[in-house]
């Protein structure tokens, strides 16, 4: 799931609380993630903190200050019903087990609820050595 295959490009001082979008942090790196709270400027660049991550890895700029729209709730829409991120995320501060996700549940189904940050893609060399993927969302992702 390619964020740059589906969504819009905005601003990214111009997303909302709640907004689903991707980064593209290179040309070949990616993050998705649920917005928390409203775009601020630090540093004189605009960023944005995404919703259920560690406060040490949810503030997120944009090199070219656009990111990609997926996803926008509509007014009284139900949180259930909205789309969550896609991809790779760490369940629990500290674990260096990564779980596959989809909406709001693991591909093991041993995790449900998450809405944090997601990484599309895979990139051994961004992640601690001790880092490894859940096996079970692996064999599931490639059948």
């Known amino acids: 799931m390619i964020a740059q295959e589906r969504g819009v490009q905005i601003p990214l001082?111009?997303?909302?609380?709640?907004d689903l979008v991707a980064v593209n942090l290179t040309?070949?790196?990616?993050?998705?993630?649920?917005?928390?709270?409203?775009?601020?400027?630090?540093?004189g660049d605009w960023r944005v903190d995404a919703y259920a991550t560690e406060a040490s890895m949810a503030s997120i700029t944009s090199l070219d200050g656009m990111v990609t729209l997926l996803q926008r709730r509509k007014p009284g829409e139900?949180?259930?019903?909205?789309?969550?991120?896609?991809?790779?995320?760490?369940w629990?501060?500290?674990?260096?087990?990564?779980?596959y996700f989809v909406d709001t549940v693991?591909?093991?189904d041993g995790v449900r609820g998450y809405a944090g940050l997601c990484y599309p893609t895979w990139e051994p060399s961004l992640?601690?050595?001790?880092?490894?993927?859940?096996?079970?969302?692996?064999?599931k992702l490639d059948s």
């Open 13 to 18: 001082a111009t997303v909302e609380p709640w």
């Open 27 to 43: 040309d070949w790196f990616t993050l998705e993630f649920r917005v928390k709270g409203e775009p601020y400027l630090r540093d």
């Open 92 to 99: 629990r501060a500290g674990d260096p087990q990564m779980h």
């Open 106 to 108: 693991s591909l093991c």
């Open 127 to 139: 992640y601690n050595e001790d880092t490894f993927r859940c096996a079970e969302c692996l064999l």
């Open 78 to 90: 139900d949180a259930e019903k909205t789309k969550h991120p896609h991809g790779w995320g760490f």
